[in-house]
């Protein structure tokens, strides 16, 4: 399912576009060489290799999910092709959500809070120094990290792995084929974490 592009294949990746900022998503997946489609149904889901949920408000996106019966597809897609979940989409990728508990997906084994930071430090930039695993395989260099009402991974999983912390706390994780970050990369002209996304499919 993947388009030609200068020669090769390019990798086709659902973006999530339901709710929430899924259009920089899509313009950074195409920076870092891939193919972004947007994927509202079902079937949409059926033409790619990757997906996409992005920020916004996890509660609306679930609601959205519902109504579109795109709970159980969605589901049954991460079970086998990878996902890339940013901050709601962390939350909905999470095995356990607080403050308060909702409905999750737990693809990844996370204990996720919402809006951890608190409502009077909603939005922050910071530049973040990703450990030597993901600095081998996405390139070397701090990351700017842009974190908006952000939740805070308090728990991660024997089978998870911590890419870059903020302040203690994860902030890029992944566990097999599938790769969360609390923060917004695609707000950002770094397409690192995207290519690292890429090369999961």
Excluded: W
């Amino acid at each position: 399912m993947a388009a030609i592009a200068n020669g090769r294949k390019s990798k086709r990746v659902g973006i999530l576009a339901l709710q929430g900022d899924f259009d920089a998503h899509a313009k950074a997946i195409t920076r870092a060489g891939g193919t972004a489609v947007e994927v509202r149904t079902a079937e949409g889901l059926k033409s790619v290799d990757g997906l996409v949920i992005p920020g916004g408000e996890s509660t609306t996106m679930l609601k959205l999910l519902n109504i579109m019966n795109l709970v159980e597809p969605l589901a049954e897609f991460a079970r086998t092709k990878p996902v890339f979940g940013t901050c709601a989409g962390v939350i909905l990728l999470a095995n356990k959500v607080l403050s308060p508990s909702q409905q999750c997906f737990e693809v990844l084994d996370l204990t996720v809070e919402r809006n951890a930071y608190g409502r009077q430090i909603d939005s922050r930039v910071a530049n973040i120094s990703p450990g030597p695993d993901f600095q081998n395989r996405a390139g070397v260099g701090d990351v700017e990290a842009v974190f908006i009402r952000a939740p805070i991974i308090r728990r991660v999983g024997p089978g998870v792995k911590v890419l870059a912390e903020y302040a203690g706390d994860p902030v890029l994780v992944e566990q097999g084929m599938h790769l969360a970050a609390t923060f917004h990369p695609e707000l950002t002209d770094d397409t690192r974490v995207h290519k690292l996304f890429l090369s999961k499919i």
